[in-house]
């Protein structure tokens, strides 16, 4: 049964430190994307690639945020300084073709910034 | 840009048919409407997409009226495992085009 795995699952850290969230996706699948999930704001995107070319990021704060597919069986996402407002669980989703097609979640991780 | 709206919270008992509605008015030609599950501490798991009138799975069912400016998920003869949170996601997803997820609607099944 494929899967989207995602490291750490839980990351707790200081505000002003570096983190980095993995993603693996389903092999075979060509579009992936990271979410951000909160109580306030629900659940956001973030960005998503297609073949490992960014396609849309503009939901995610640039000076802080990057994301990157160094090859096509790893997605990371860090945030560099961390805030305490990066607090959230954030997803990682894989699929084939467009973004209307089937996106396949992988469990999350949950960051907690103090 | 596509804009969604649910219903925060529905009640429900076991073996009652449950419809949720997502209102979504500034839907685009391209965007299809696509809903999804999720149970705490889970990634959402795909039900059901459509683009125009009627979509039915195994699951469930979704109806969407000519306007496109709503869409209806239909559960049919909810159980207890069915409690949980429900999403609704407009966009297409190319490179000019959003992908919204709406608010959620978390569904409450009772014996």
């Known amino acids: 049964d494929a899967r989207v795995t995602q490291t750490p699952r839980h990351k707790v850290t200081e505000m002003g430190q570096e983190v980095t969230m993995r993603c693996q996706p389903i092999l075979g699948h060509n579009t992936v994307f990271w979410y951000r999930q909160t109580m306030m704001q629900g659940l956001e995107l973030l960005a998503y690639?297609?073949?490992?070319?960014?396609?849309?990021d503009s939901g995610m704060p640039k000076d802080r945020f990057s994301a990157e597919m160094p090859d096509a069986t790893l997605a990371t996402l860090k945030i560099q300084p961390s805030e305490p407002r990066d607090s959230a669980v954030y997803f990682c989703?894989?699929?084939?073709?467009?973004?209307?097609?089937?996106?396949?979640f992988g469990p999350g991780t949950r960051l907690t910034v103090l | 840009l596509a804009k969604t709206t649910q219903p925060i919270s529905m009640d429900s008992y076991e073996g009652q048919e449950v419809n949720i509605t997502c209102s979504h008015n500034?839907?685009?030609?391209?965007?299809?409407i696509t809903w999804y599950q999720q149970f705490p501490s889970q990634g959402p798991r795909f039900i059901i997409q459509?683009?125009?009138t009627k979509v039915t799975n195994e699951v469930a069912s979704l109806f969407i009226p000519a306007d496109r400016k709503s869409s209806t998920l239909s559960l049919p003869r909810v159980s207890l495992s069915d409690t949980a949170v429900y999403y609704c996601l407009v966009g297409y997803g190319g490179a000019t085009n959003k992908l919204i997820f709406g608010t959620g609607t978390l569904l409450a099944v009772q014996p």
């Open positions: 690639f297609r073949n490992r070319a960014p396609l849309d």
């Open positions: 989703a894989s699929g084939l073709g467009q973004g209307t097609d089937t996106q396949y």
């Open positions: 500034n839907i685009a030609t391209n965007d299809y």
């Open positions: 459509g683009y125009k």
